[in-house]
């Protein structure tokens, strides 16, 4: 099914206009139109799909399975020392299209973008809190997995 407003669906359907890098009989890679760094490339399903949380295993796995291979291409291409590979969920996420998108980004070394680090330690979560919260999604993870 695809969506009749959903930007994504209307690029996969030919009705809008975007720089399409990859394409395959379940995803679609396209150069990003506000692109966080060059090379910023978004990875859909062919087939709307609401958010990462909706996705099917197929998709989930085509996305996760060609998304590193698609950065490693493209940071050789524009000369990139690195990449992020992030998938949103969520308008407080930065979910902005309800269809679900991988995003790769293109890094260099001081090229200003501030993504977290999770090395700092000044956030660290006591022990107590931690084991408190590990129980709380082990228990909802154990009714719905």
């Known amino acids: 099914m695809q969506e009749k407003d959903c930007p994504f669906c209307k690029i996969i359907r030919g009705e809008e206009k975007a720089e399409v890098v990859f394409e395959d009989n379940l995803v679609t890679a ?7 760094n060059e090379g910023h490339i978004l990875l859909v399903p062919q087939q709307h ?5 909706g996705l099917s295993n197929e998709y989930l796995h085509r996305m996760m399975e060609i998304a ?17 590979i992030l998938l ?16 790769i980004i293109p890094r260099f070394p001081d090229d200003g ?9 000044a956030n660290q979560l006591p022990s107590d809190e931690a084991e408190e919260l590990g129980q709380k ?3 909802k993870l154990s009714t719905r997995l």
């Open 30 to 36: 396209l150069l990003h139109i506000a692109p966080v």
């Open 88 to 103: 949103s969920n969520g308008a407080c996420a930065g979910q902005f299209v309800q269809h679900a998108s991988l995003h």
């Open 49 to 53: 799909q609401g958010g990462a949380s």
């Open 137 to 139: 999604i082990k228990r």
């Open 68 to 84: 590193p291979q698609i950065a490693s291409v493209a940071m050789r291409a524009i000369k990139a020392d690195g990449y992020n």
């Open 113 to 121: 973008v501030i993504l977290p680090t999770f090395s700092d330690t």
